[in-house]
């Protein structure tokens, strides 16, 4: 007769394995208690070089243990094997959009399949809120037929620049700042530091280079970025730099509601940037002030990392090997490791 753990044991195995199957791009945290509860988040990750898919499930879990809500976060994967493949364009499960409250993307050069974009964009004909993270900017890419508007850089007078220019308020315009030789200092706009999204916001220091950057008319400038010469924050500032936009706020309408959406974009978030207490906050206040909670944006509010965060260094093809999206399930598994368990020493 067969021990009743070993039994237990074998069916949460066959309901892990089911639950995998059913949603092989997907992880889901739910928050317990805080001003989100009832409110719910998809995270959408699929760049190719910052680590979009670190970065994400990793401010994903903050929201939802710290403030309770929701937290879907999809990944691209390989469509063979299943493990998280960076900008691979195969993804699935999107109809999660229906129900989401936000989303927030962390996309580049994506191509998804037909199904799966018209959930997203059926999710901006309804003109609800968006957060767009570093490459977000040029989200997609060779899309066809009625999705060919939402590449980068469309031509069309409809939809001018694509999704990056038209919800996210700018689209891809060049590199400012030489990535892993040149950091950046965040300046805070001084007229706008009573704005909900800067809230205990200071000592703002990214690892990605910058971008050029000209939000469009409306937008309203958070942060300005100041080049400098090394990778610390104490670098000698790049004096033949710009200081560019870096973070902005505008609102977009949803052609089929007419609703204004509240957009945030930042042409920064690699997974190293997170790290920065100043910008980790400024992603936590600006995913609440998207969803209008602006009284729940507190300036000591709670942004500690849930479980294990170790980021590699961004890079094209840089990413963790063989990572499956149900490895990092619930709240103590790292993010990311190369296996499921304990993360490899």
């Excluded at 509860?37 to 699929?46: F, N, P, R, S």
């Excluded at 401010?59 to 469509?79: E, N, P």
């Excluded at 944006?297 to 942004?303: H, L, M, R, T, V």
Aim: with cysteine; glycine share 12%; charged share 25%.
């Amino acid at each position: 007769m067969l021990r009743i753990p070993v039994i237990l044991t074998a069916l949460l195995t066959l309901t892990a394995q089911n639950s995998f199957a059913e949603h092989p791009h997907r992880v889901v945290w739910e928050g317990e208690s805080g001003p989100g509860k009832g409110k719910h988040i998809v995270l959408i990750a699929g760049d190719h070089e910052y680590r979009g898919e670190e970065t994400l499930p990793a401010l994903g879990r903050i929201l939802a243990k710290h403030y309770g809500f929701k937290c879907s976060v999809f990944f691209t994967t390989d469509k063979k094997t299943g493990f998280i493949k960076p900008g691979s364009s195969y993804i699935s499960g999107l109809e999660a959009l229906k129900t989401a409250d936000l989303m927030i993307v962390f996309l580049r050069f994506q191509n998804f399949p037909h199904e799966e974009m018209q959930h997203f964009v059926d999710y901006l004909d309804a003109g609800k809120p968006v957060m767009g993270l570093r490459t977000s900017t040029h989200a997609f890419n060779g899309t066809r037929d009625a999705y060919a508007k939402y590449s980068n850089g469309y031509k069309g007078k409809d939809y001018k620049g694509g999704f990056g220019e038209q919800v996210l308020g700018e689209n891809w315009v060049g590199h400012y700042g030489r990535n892993h030789r040149q950091s950046s200092i965040l300046l805070l706009e001084k007229d706008q530091l009573g704005h909900p999204i800067l809230r205990g916001v200071k000592n703002v220091h990214t690892q990605c280079g910058g971008y050029k950057a000209f939000p469009l008319k409306g937008s309203v400038t958070l942060a300005r970025g100041r080049i400098l010469n090394g990778m610390k924050a104490d670098a000698e500032p790049d004096k033949s730099k710009e200081e560019m936009p870096v973070v902005w706020t505008r609102s977009y309408k949803g052609s089929k509601s007419g609703k204004e959406g509240r957009v945030f974009t930042t042409t920064h978030g690699a997974s190293e940037d997170i790290i920065n207490d100043g910008f980790r906050r400024m992603m936590v206040n600006g995913a609440l002030w998207c969803l209008s909670m602006d009284d729940s944006i507190k300036a000591d509010g709670n942004i500690d990392f849930v479980g294990p965060y170790k980021p590699v260094t961004f890079n094209f093809g840089g990413y963790r090997k063989n990572v499956k999206p149900s490895y990092i399930e619930g709240w103590e598994t790292p993010i990311l490791n190369s296996g499921p368990g304990e993360a490899k020493k």
